[in-house]
């Protein structure tokens, strides 16, 4: 592809990390080979940050829309002009209230094409609640606000775990795991890793819900009732789909090698083993939307805000797959779009 992707940027929780892990990323300057920056936020805040990590060798470009954008710079959009108190390290109401802006900004500009692909610094989820942001996170609130069923795809390059519930209570996952809900997660999960990683005939493991994947109904029904008619249902319609597998042996035993991606039944259960193995260079992606969205796989930190001590390489991996995703998109749509017919018998 010739063109070069616009990648908006969230700041995320302006008292975190999410700023300076940004201004690190875009000080390499090879980074704009790839894209053009358009950071969604505040020139004033960037420059407290910078200020705070003693940075003296990056500024951004000013602009005050996506298609003022330098590719030759990191460009910011000041979303916000008044002065706004900046208390490092702390959740406060004004974090949540310019978190949540920063990402309304991003997010119509997605909607409206000024933009190509978003990548979200981290936010704190519960000072970003508001009258306009009733969500557990920006997975929902992405899904609620473009087309399509989301799943949550923790990604790097040898390891992909999805997860059939997102952030809801540990004691509403029983309750909420249906055939239907896991057979959509799988169809989600297998589209995404043929359209957007170019992975030809996917081999997808389930995880078990219960321990032991119930020993034979000893020990929970869901593996019998509810997981295995799901596995059954994927691969009537061709989805190379194998399990469930018990989480614990799965891991330890490196099984998890031997799959393109896995489906988790529950968030922890799919992020303590993709964190505990690639801490600091995993990606979270949203499949399933009809926009690219990625995010680091840590949050606000707020316990290093302001030290320069944050590692940037989460967030950089984050940018490097917003931007493959969105070339691997463009080329399965261009294979697509004029298909041969298919042999008549």
């Known amino acids: 592809m010739s063109k070069k992707i616009k990648l908006g940027i969230s700041v995320g929780d302006i008292n975190g990390i999410g700023m300076e892990v940004i ?48 590719p030759k710079k990191p460009n910011i959009i000041d979303c916000w002009n008044e002065d706004v108190e900046i208390t490092l390290g702390q959740s406060t109401e004004t974090g949540g209230k310019y978190a949540l802006a920063s990402l309304e900004a991003a997010s119509e500009d997605m909607k409206n094409g000024e933009i190509d692909a978003l990548v979200t610094a981290p936010i704190n989820k519960e000072n970003i609640q508001s009258e306009t942001f009733n969500f557990p996170g920006h997975t929902e609130y992405l899904t609620d606000k473009f ?58 493991a389930l995880l078990a819900l219960n321990p032991h994947a119930s020993d034979n109904g000893l020990i929970g029904k869901e593996e019998e009732n509810v997981i295995i008619p799901a596995i059954d249902n994927a691969k009537s319609i061709g989805i190379n789909t194998f399990g469930p597998y018990p989480a614990d042996g799965f891991f330890g035993s490196g099984n998890y090698q031997k799959f393109d991606a896995i489906l988790a039944m529950y968030h922890d259960q799919g992020l303590i083993p993709f964190k505990s193995l690639s801490f600091g260079e995993g990606t979270n992606f949203t499949a399933g939307l009809n926009i690219i969205r990625t995010s680091p796989d840590h949050g606000v930190a707020y316990e290093i805000a302001g030290q320069n001590k944050a590692e940037e390489s989460s967030f950089r991996q984050a940018v490097y797959a917003a931007c493959d995703i969105y070339k691997n998109r463009a080329f399965a749509a261009e294979i697509n779009e004029n298909p041969l017919p298919s042999a008549k018998k």
């Open 23 to 70: 201004i690190k990323t875009f000080q390499d300057s090879r980074m704009l080979d790839m894209c053009t920056p358009i950071v969604y936020g505040s020139s004033k805040v960037s420059t407290f940050h910078r200020k705070a990590l003693q940075i003296n060798d990056f500024s951004f470009n000013i602009i005050k829309s996506a298609k003022e954008a330098d």
């Open 147 to 204: 087309e399509g069923n989301s799943l949550m795809l923790m990604v790097n390059d040898n390891l992909k775990i999805g997860v059939a519930t997102n952030h809801i209570p540990l004691s509403k996952v029983a309750n909420t795991l249906t055939a239907d809900t896991i057979f959509g997660k799988l169809k989600i999960l297998n589209k995404a890793l043929i359209q957007d990683f170019c992975i030809t005939s996917p081999r997808i």
